[in-house]
């Protein structure tokens, strides 16, 4: 898979290549964003819901708790963190295939929770590499991911 990994050296630069995600959004999308506690996938997700076209007046909130946030936008977005998903059943409960598969753009906290690595859709992996810095890894799996992928890359590093 053709994967390319992005520098952020800020909390902002994060944010703003979220906007720039959201903001290529055009079709259903399924983004999971993996990497530790306090390692940048909420911030990123706001980008992505900014750019999507979220007002800045909605807060987005991470749906610790709630298991998913749903936004309508561009494309409505659903918003999930499974940190605390206990039993896989639940998310049959909360019909995550509808959504992560449906007709709006999901993006997923924790994917790990999933046990599956290999889900279609874009992979961001996400690690510390010091105090403001992250590495950010793009590695999309499917076509349509693929795509998406490569059109963030051309626009990040031109
Ligand atoms: N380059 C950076 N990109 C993103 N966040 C950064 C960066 N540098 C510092 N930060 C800080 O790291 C924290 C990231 O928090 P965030 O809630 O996005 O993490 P998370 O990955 O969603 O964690 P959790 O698993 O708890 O939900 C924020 O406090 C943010 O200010
Ligand atoms: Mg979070």
């Known amino acids: ?3 390319w990994v992005y520098h952020s050296p800020g909390e902002g630069q994060t944010l703003e290549l979220g906007i720039q995600l959201g ?3 055009e079709q259903p999308a399924l983004i999971l964003l993996q990497g530790d506690l306090g390692a940048g996938k ?7 819901a900014r750019g ?3 007002p800045e007046e909605i807060p987005i ?4 708790f709630t298991l998913m946030n749903h ?3 561009r494309l409505d977005l659903y918003h999930f963190d499974l940190y605390r998903l206990s039993d896989p059943d639940e998310l049959i409960e909360i019909g995550f295939d509808d959504f992560a ?8 906290e924790w994917p790990d929770r999933l046990d599956d690595d290999e889900t279609p859709g874009l992979w961001v992996r996400i690690r510390h590499l010091g105090e403001d810095c992250r590495e950010l890894v793009f590695s999309p799996c499917g076509k349509a991911a693929e ?3 490569r059109r963030l890359q051309k626009e990040v590093t031109g």
Do not use: D, F, N
């Open 52 to 54: 999507l076209g979220v």
């Open 1 to 3: 898979m053709p994967q």
């Open 61 to 64: 909130t991470s749906p610790t």
């Open 42 to 48: 909420s911030v990123l997700a706001r980008g992505i």
């Open 71 to 73: 936004y309508p936008a």
């Open 101 to 108: 598969y449906g007709k709006g753009v999901a993006l997923v």
């Open 147 to 149: 795509a998406l992928s």
């Open 23 to 25: 903001r290529l959004l």
